[in-house]
Every structure is written in structure tokens, then in C-alpha cells.
């Protein structure tokens, strides 16, 4: 069973952009919203649509309004990999 760490977040947003953005990451920051860390929208769903495609693991867009920090979609991508 696969899990969805901070290590496999970091490692998206690596992917996504640059390695100062996943480097800013750490568990300090987990429960702060995604606009206070300077990610827009389209930045989250970006970063959401790379999970969707590497983990196999779909976020709905009703249920990504609700994850807005970043230690609430680890947690939320954990439960649906341990759920599968």
C-alpha cells in the first residue's frame, strides 16, 4: 500500500516548479492556507492534477475547495491511497 507523505508533496511541487518552492515546505508550514504560502489557484490545481496523473488518485473539484493548506490534501490523498 502506498502512502502520500510530505516527501511525495515536496517532490510534486519539485516537479511542478522549481526547487525553492518545494524547499520553502516543511512541517511548519502544513496547516497554513495555500494563499498565505503564495499559491494561487492555478498553482493548487496544477500541483493536485500531477498528484491525480502520478498517484492514480482523483480529487474532485468540490473537494479541492475544501483542501486548502497543504497538510489537509496530503491527509486527504493519504486516505484515498490507503482507501484503494
Known amino acids: 500500500m502506498a ?4 516527501s511525495e508533496f ?3 511541487v519539485d516537479a511542478c ?3 525553492a518552492e518545494a524547499a ?16 494561487d489557484s492555478l498553482t493548487v490545481y496544477e500541483i493536485v492534477v500531477r498528484i491525480q496523473d502520478e ?8 473537494q479541492l475547495d475544501e483542501l486548502t493548506t497543504p497538510g489537509a ?4 490523498v493519504d486516505a484515498q491511497l490507503a482507501a484503494a
Open 3 to 6: 502512502s502520500f507523505t510530505l
Open 10 to 12: 515536496k517532490a510534486v
Open 24 to 39: 520553502a515546505l516543511e512541517e511548519s508550514v502544513l496547516d497554513s492556507e495555500f494563499a498565505d504560502l503564495g499559491y
Open 73 to 76: 490534501l496530503i491527509a486527504y
Open 17 to 19: 516548479f522549481d526547487g
Open 55 to 62: 498517484f492514480s488518485v482523483r480529487v474532485p473539484d468540490e
